[in-house]
């Protein structure tokens, strides 16, 4: 039986932040052009646990609330945080199987660990290697018991983070980025938020999301090999000769029909 189309998109799980819900995740990243996800399935659940205090979105955008588990002032102590890994590894299994996550702060940070946990074999085992990860002002853990195992090795799965100039957590969001292979970094002038794009943004973000979806049409269709890892390679004797002698610095994106051709200025950032 053939799939309906809805069934043929990726799948994103997306992670909304401390005390607000998955509605308002949805809501923030409305400012984003919608045709750049418009191939992909966004599912946004709420968390586990209802808000245990005031929401700083109050007044703003209406209740519940929810926050995925509750931690210390200084991050490095964190109550019900297993129990929210099993209820969202269950809610992979059962809704899934999902191709990545996009979070929003600690939907964000919740989101890198469960690629690096994943990665090391000590959740989701089952469930294919997840491919991609929208991160936008996530941080790593501060425990060393759960740093020694999430971000070990880094983690192959392609990434894109949004890091904002005047965001607290800064320098904890290129900090996570350090932790993923060949990061895409979009720097945006705001604070703690799910920025709105300007012209450049928007077409570096539209450029990874073509991408990804180039590479999963031609896994779908046989043409390219996955790795376990979540990455993606074509054989050397698929691919033309100059293909293998050299590398490709441009994307090139299909959109109405017509091909425009994008150069990817990507920021590296240094461990």
């Not at 809805?6 to 932040?17: F, Q």
């Not at 853990?141 to 957590?169: M, N």
Request: one cysteine or more; a negative charge; glycine letters at 6%.
């Amino acid at each position: 039986m053939a799939k309906s189309e809805d069934e043929k998109k990726m799948k994103i799980l997306c992670l909304h932040g401390f005390r607000t819900s998955g509605n308002f995740l949805q809501k923030q990243i409305s400012k984003w052009d919608p045709s750049i996800f418009s191939q992909f399935d966004l599912d946004f659940p709420d968390g586990v646990f209802p808000a245990r205090g005031k929401s700083e979105i109050e007044g703003i955008f209406p209740p519940p609330y929810f926050e995925w588990f509750q931690f210390d002032k200084d991050f490095t102590e964190y109550t019900n945080l297993e129990e929210c890994i099993s209820y969202l590894c269950e809610y992979i299994t059962t809704r899934g199987p999902f191709d990545g996550f996009l979070g929003f702060s600690q939907g964000a940070t919740l989101s890198a660990l469960l690629l690096g946990y994943q990665a090391q074999g000590k959740v989701l085992k089952d469930h294919p290697p997840f491919k991609l990860f929208v991160s936008v002002s996530g941080s790593k853990f501060r425990d060393p018991s759960i740093c020694d195992v999430a971000y070990k090795d880094t983690i192959k799965v392609k990434s894109v983070h949004f890091i904002g100039a005047k965001d607290w957590l800064k320098e904890p969001s290129e900090d996570l980025a350090t932790a993923f292979d060949s990061p895409l970094i979009i720097r945006h002038p705001q604070g703690h938020t799910v920025p709105r794009l300007d012209e450049a943004a928007t077409e570096q973000l539209r450029a990874w999301a073509t991408e990804i979806l180039s590479y999963n049409n031609k896994i779908l269709n046989g043409e390219n090999h996955e790795l376990e890892n979540g990455e993606t390679k074509v054989d050397d004797e698929e691919k033309k000769p100059e293909e293998v002698s050299n590398k490709i610095d441009t994307t090139q994106v299909q959109q109405d029909g017509i091909g425009i051709e994008l150069k990817r200025e990507v920021e590296v950032v240094k461990a």
